[in-house]
């Protein structure tokens, strides 16, 4: 069975370029959750998808991030512009059962902005 | 508001010597706890979690793990430390109620010395 898929792995922009990350869930998972582990910090969450719906999506720092789940299969998040302070680990999870209970993690995608 | 603090940001255990890693939380309630490991390239892999019954719980690659309500801790251990060990752990709590979403804290970074 495949594990939780992000693409790219790694990926290096210029502050006020576009970013777009991809993560593909596990079949079958409706839920679909985003984290960023910014340089030293604790791996924080962005937010939550139950299927195509956004359940929660308190942890977005701001309005250039954008997520999106069409069809309720794989996410993509986007920054635009991104900005210095983006820089980091962003990963994706998902869960049959909802709440984050037995989430499987990828493998993360670092974003550096430069 | 929840948190989880990993007091020890960086640990070094001889290969064979015993560990055992920190992480007490704040909740005012048992909260759903949880340990990760993220191995270098790797994404973030659930080594063990504590629901409820027992409070020792034995995880994947010889982790074991120890409920303290009156200490509000959730400490990790392991009897004899492996070279391939050598990782980056993360304890995470989920409220057992509602929406949960998983709170971590910042992180243990285990070296393995020969």
């Known amino acids: 069975e495949a594990g939780v898929t992000q693409f790219p792995s790694h990926s290096v922009i210029e502050k006020g370029q576009t970013v777009t990350l991809r993560c593909d869930p596990i079949s079958g998972h409706d839920n679909l959750y985003w984290y960023r582990r910014v340089m030293g910090k604790e791996i924080k969450f962005l937010l939550h998808f139950v299927k195509e719906s956004k359940q929660d999506e308190s942890g977005m720092p701001n309005n250039r991030f954008l997520a999106e789940r069409t069809g309720g299969t794989y996410s993509t998040l986007k920054v635009q512009p991104a900005e210095l302070e983006d820089s980091g680990v962003y990963f994706c999870a998902s869960s049959i059962i909802q709440g984050g209970l037995e989430a499987f993690f990828g493998q993360g995608t670092r974003l550096t902005v430069v | 508001a929840q948190s989880v603090t990993q007091p020890d940001i960086h640990i070094t255990v001889s290969e064979g010597a015993s560990l055992e890693l920190r992480c007490n939380y704040s909740y005012g309630a048992t909260p759903y706890l949880f340990w990760y490991v993220q191995s270098p390239g790797q994404g973030l892999q659930l080594l063990l979690k504590?629901?409820?019954?027992?409070?020792l719980v034995q995880g994947i690659k010889g982790f074991e793990a120890e409920f303290k309500r009156s200490q509000s801790s959730f400490n990790l251990r392991k009897p004899s430390v492996h070279w391939s060990d050598a990782a980056e752990y993360f304890c995470a709590v989920v409220k057992n109620t509602g929406f949960q979403k998983l709170v971590f804290g910042t992180g243990t970074r285990l070296l393995v010395s020969p």
């Open positions: 504590y629901f409820s019954g027992d409070t």
